[in-house]
C-alpha cells in the first residue's frame, strides 16, 4: 500500500475540513488556533494510512494545525524523539485532548518522558503540569507493572492545583492506578484519603471522585474478578 505523504495528507484535511465541528471543538474546553475541524476517528484513519514517519511528524507538527499536531504525535517513531524534540512539544501544548493524545499515542514509549514526569509536574504551566499526571494515568492503563508509588508524592502535591484541567488530570492518575488490581486500589484509596485531610478545594475534589469510584461495586467487583 502505498503511504500517504505531507501535501497529500493537508489535501484531505483540507477536502474534509469541517467549519462548524471546528467551532464546537471549543465548546468541550478544547483550544486551538487553527484548526480543520475534524474529528479523531478521521486523523487516526489517515495515521494508519501515513505509517511512521519521523520526518514526515516533525512536517505535520510545523504545519500548526490542531489536527496536525494530533497526527503528529501518531505517526512518530518514539525512537528518533531525543531530548529537545521531547520537551519542546510538551511545552506546546495548549488543550487538554493534545496533552492526552500525546501521552497515549507517543509519550508512553519514551522513557525519558517518564523521568520528565518529575519536572513537567512542577510547572508553572498548566498543560506541561497536566502531561506529567495525565502521563501517570495512561502508564497505568498500559504499563501496569510499574511501581506508581513513586509517583503518590507529586500526586498528592499536585492535587492542590485549582486549575481545572491540572486537578482533573491529578483524579485521572490516582483513578486509573487503583484500577490495576486489588494491592494498588488499597495504596490509591489510602492515597486519596490522605488528600481528603489536605485543607484544600482542589484536593478534596480530587479526593472525592477517586474516592467514589474506587469504592464503586462496579470497580470492586471487576479486581475481585
Known amino acids: ?16 475540513s469541517d467549519v462548524d465541528f471546528a467551532k464546537n471543538m471549543k465548546r468541550f474546553g478544547i483550544q486551538y488556533v487553527k484548526s480543520y475541524g475534524l474529528r479523531l476517528p478521521q486523523i487516526r484513519k489517515i ?10 511528524a516533525l512536517k505535520l507538527w510545523n504545519h500548526g494545525y490542531h489536527e496536525t499536531y494530533l497526527l503528529a504525535t501518531l505517526v512518530e517513531e518514539s525512537d528518533k524523539v531525543d531530548s529537545k524534540q521531547l520537551n519542546d512539544w510538551v511545552h506546546a501544548f495548549y488543550s487538554w485532548d493534545l ?17 520528565n514526569i518529575f519536572i513537567w509536574c512542577n510547572s508553572d504551566e498548566e498543560f506541561v503540569k497536566r502531561t506529567a499526571f495525565s502521563l ?11 511501581d506508581f508509588d513513586k509517583y503518590f508524592e507529586i500526586i498528592k502535591e499536585g492535587s492542590k492545583d485549582n486549575r481545572n484541567f491540572v486537578k482533573k488530570s491529578v ?49 470492586q467487583v471487576k479486581l475481585k474478578s
Open 171 to 219: 483524579n485521572w492518575a490516582i483513578r486509573q492506578i487503583g484500577k490495576i488490581d486489588m494491592e494498588n486500589n488499597r495504596k490509591a484509596l489510602e492515597l486519596a484519603y490522605e488528600i481528603m485531610e489536605i485543607d484544600n478545594k482542589a484536593s478534596k475534589w480530587v479526593a472525592r471522585g477517586a474516592i467514589k469510584e474506587l469504592e464503586s461495586e462496579k470497580v
Open 136 to 146: 501517570i494515568a495512561v502508564l497505568a492503563v498500559h504499563n501496569k507493572n510499574l
Open 47 to 56: 495515521a494508519k494510512e501515513s505509517d511512521k514517519n519521523h520526518d514526515l
Open 99 to 115: 496533552v492526552d493524545q500525546a501521552c497515549i499515542n507517543l509519550l508512553r514509549f519514551i522513557p525519558e518522558a517518564f523521568d
Open 1 to 16: 500500500m502505498i503511504k500517504m505523504e505531507f501535501n497529500q495528507i493537508i489535501n484531505e484535511f483540507e477536502e474534509s
